[in-house]
């Protein structure tokens, strides 16, 4: 027998244990735009952040779309008055063979370019000036210093002194940088795309039934044991229990499920799942911040906040860089005004080498995949705790699975009924032990229930119900003392039972005792989910092997895992022996990954490299895990490794393109290949930055094909 009925030591449901407070959406937004520097957008702080509640549906991103308004602007004006700085320049002129003999032609291009200077450049200069009170030069102090020397210097040369302005390559780099930024956050904001849609699922309102009567409340309203009306098409406002009606749930955007899933009386439904064509009595179970769907946002988040090592190791490669690249700047500065250089070729070189070395690339290139990563992962039921985990899912050598409930339906079936007394037939049988296991929640106890409804048995009342730990339980069922055990409970006590093939090739039986005397037995399988086949086939594509893990005898863990060509099993392991059989593959050089429920795996799943807890519906509570997968699906297992490899690989590629591309565009714009006619002006560089910048974006939002 595979639980031995253990299942009475915990059938009730599951506590949710994730109480962290609300957190408002900007929190995301904030996250997000990190690997802008804290101080890129300055200039947002003429913004007062969104205070609306974003969990029932009102907009979180407020903020953010002010701030790509605000830059969007900025760009604009700035283009405008670009044009004639630039048709204004001697150099441009030149270039393209015209004169244009402009009056005071100089001053006007000096006037627009200081419009240019302050108002476009002003989230640069911002930011310049919080990141040196700060003590840790950035990107925006590349960028600031760039402009200012600039606009200096060519201010000087307008007003007298030797030399060539740089006020049409002031305008244009500005005006390139506006226009990098603006793209760089919109593609921040469609990371968090997938995150907004949950946030704007719950409804606004909802249909409240009070004394026979149907009155609209606002969601934030609803009570616990409140008694909600869901039409057909509807949302579902607040997580519940249908109380009455059947009807068909799309959770798709929730849970991951692309099948609408059937609910009726005494089914759980999930805040923000979307009603069929049935209508719904739903009893409120939890609203707000204990919500079902509050709880996965705040997971998202907090998974977005925290960093990996990965991005660690980003955030040191831009913060070296930054410093690379001011030393570089002023050192090329120096080296040409010695080698005999005009001031204002120095001038280029140092402006130039600033601008085309900020490590802008690099400082997005980890978060806007950690963004679209967690993001989508949560749109597919993939909900990511510990992102050092989930990135490490690359080294996963060896995965063990819990049957039941992952690899299996989880849904245990009466197969076989069988009497020992003639005052007990099969369906006699079924009555008593019904009575004694209406007090139970567990899948063996709601699968004896399911046969006995389908049957038309009507359930008897029970007195003295009472749970034996690991071994069953029992209760008075019409003045008889009745027991539901498991074989463990019959050897302990040297109960004789007529001689039978009880235990022969099924995975779970169960014995009717009535009186002290054994009336018979019932026989229960556990269906081998349709999924089940398909990933254990990708993790061994993959070179991953899998092992079964689970408290069932040896025979039954066999045949499971012969069925669906597992590399092998370990049978009769009790909860607390998983962590022992765990360490035991770790000292053997394997990289572990455990899957299980989250609650009597807890040691386990804490003890593995990367642990996952499968459960469905509304746990997603599971502390010790890793990664919660919010559907028992194993296919999900395969999909969420894949992907953790996936989201590695686009982690490196935009660190070697964002590192690689400073380490060759350096030099150039250093000019040491000056001598062989090849030089990199200001406003290339600026090009080639941002043109860095948006490969990097670009690159991470192809993540998003990715996961199956």
């Known amino acids: 027998m595979n639980k031995d009925h253990r299942h009475h030591e915990h059938h ?23 690997g802008h520097s804290d101080a890129m957008h300055s200039d947002t702080r003429h913004h007062p952040p969104h205070q609306g509640h974003a969990a029932h549906g009102e907009a979180g991103h407020d903020h953010h779309r002010m701030m790509i308004e605000d830059f969007k602007k900025r760009f604009w004006v700035s283009l405008v008055l670009s044009v004639p700085v630039i048709v204004l320049s001697p150099m441009v002129q030149h270039i393209l063979g015209f004169s244009l003999d402009v009056p005071y032609g100089m001053y006007i291009a000096f006037a627009l370019s200081s419009i240019i200077y302050f108002y476009g450049g002003w989230p640069f200069l911002t930011g310049l000036v919080e990141e040196v009170k700060k003590g840790a030069p950035g990107m925006m102090t590349l960028i600031g210093v760039a402009i200012s020397v600039a606009y200096v210097y060519s201010t000087a040369v307008a007003f007298g002194l030797e030399g060539m302005d740089f006020f049409w390559e002031l305008a244009t780099l500005i005006v390139i940088m506006l226009l990098g930024h603006w793209i760089e956050m919109r593609s921040v904001l469609g990371a968090s795309k997938a995150l907004e849609l949950l946030v704007s ?28 009306l869901v039409k057909p098409g509807e949302k579902v406002p607040a997580d519940g229990v249908v109380v009455q009606g059947d009807s068909y749930l799309n959770e798709s955007m929730l849970t991951g499920e692309s099948k609408p899933v059937q609910k009726r009386k005494d089914d759980n439904v999930i805040g923000g799942a979307i009603n069929g064509n049935g209508s719904l009595q739903v009893r409120v179970v939890s609203t707000g911040k204990d919500s079902y769907l509050n709880k996965v946002i705040n997971l998202v988040q907090e998974a977005q906040k925290t960093k ?24 090329t500065f120096a080296v040409w005004l010695l080698v005999g250089a005009e001031l204002d070729f120095a001038l280029e070189r140092m402006v130039t080498v600033m601008v085309i070395s900020c ?11 950690v963004a679209i990563s967690t993001a989508v992962s949560a749109n597919n039921g993939l909900l990511i705790r510990n992102r050092t985990a989930f990135e490490n899912s690359r080294l996963i050598t060896t995965i063990i699975f819990d049957k039941t409930g992952t690899l299996t339906q989880g849904s245990h079936e009466v197969e076989q009924v069988v009497s020992f007394d003639q005052r007990f037939p099969e369906q006699e049988l079924l009555r008593l032990a019904s009575g004694v296991e209406q007090n139970s929640e567990h899948y063996i106890s709601q699968g004896i229930l399911r046969k006995v409804k389908a049957d038309g048995i009507a359930v008897p009342a029970s007195e003295n119900f009472n749970y034996l730990p690991g071994k069953g339980l029992e209760g008075t069922v019409e003045g008889s003392d009745v027991k539901v055990v498991g074989p463990n409970y019959i050897k302990e006590y040297g109960i004789q039972v ?16 009535v009186d002290q005397q054994v009336a018979g037995y019932i026989t229960m399988r556990d269906q081998i989910r349709p999924e089940s086949a398909g990933a254990i086939k990708v993790l061994k594509e993959n070179g991953i092997k899998n092992l079964l893990l689970t408290g069932d005898n040896e025979r039954v863990a066999k045949n499971v895992s012969d069925k669906l060509g597992m590399d092998g099993y370990l049978a009769n392991v009790l909860p607390h022996q998983k962590q022992e059989k765990i360490k035991e593959l770790q000292a053997q050089g394997e990289f572990v990954a455990m899957t299980g429920d989250g609650v009597n795996d807890a040691p386990a799943l804490a003890q593995a490299d990367v642990g996952i807890a499968v459960g469905s519906g509304t746990d997603v509570a599971a502390e010790t895990a890793d990664i919660i997968l919010v559907n028992s699906n194993p296919q999900d297992i395969a999909s969420l490794i894949m992907f953790g490899k ?6 490196i590629q935009n660190l070697i393109w964002a590192t690689g591309y400073n380490v060759i565009a350096l030099p150039l714009a250093a000019g040491v290949l000056y001598q062989q006619g090849i030089m990199v002006s200001p406003a290339i560089g600026a090009a080639l930055m941002s043109l860095s910048t948006v490969i990097v974006a670009i ?9 199956k």
Do not use: C
């Open 12 to 34: 009730s449901h599951k506590e949710q244990s994730v109480n962290k407070t609300e957190k408002t959406e900007e929190r995301l937004q904030e996250k997000t735009l990190h």
């Open 201 to 228: 699922m719950m409804p606004s309102e909802a249909q409240v039934i009070r004394n026979g009567e149907t009155i609209t409340l606002k969601v934030e309203d609803l009570q616990p044991g409140d008694l909600i």
């Open 308 to 331: 990996s090592d990965t991005q660690r190791l980003a955030d040191k490669a831009a913060k070296w860089l930054t410093y690379v690249a001011l030393v570089a700047g002023f050192g």
């Open 359 to 369: 490590p802008h690339a690099l400082g997005l290139a980890i978060p806007l995949v």
């Open 498 to 513: 007529p001689e039978s093939k009880a235990e022969e090739g099924v995975e779970t039986v169960v014995y009717v005792l």
């Open 646 to 651: 996936a989201t590695y690989r686009k982690m």
């Open 699 to 707: 690159n991470a939002q192809l993540l998003r094909r990715q996961i």
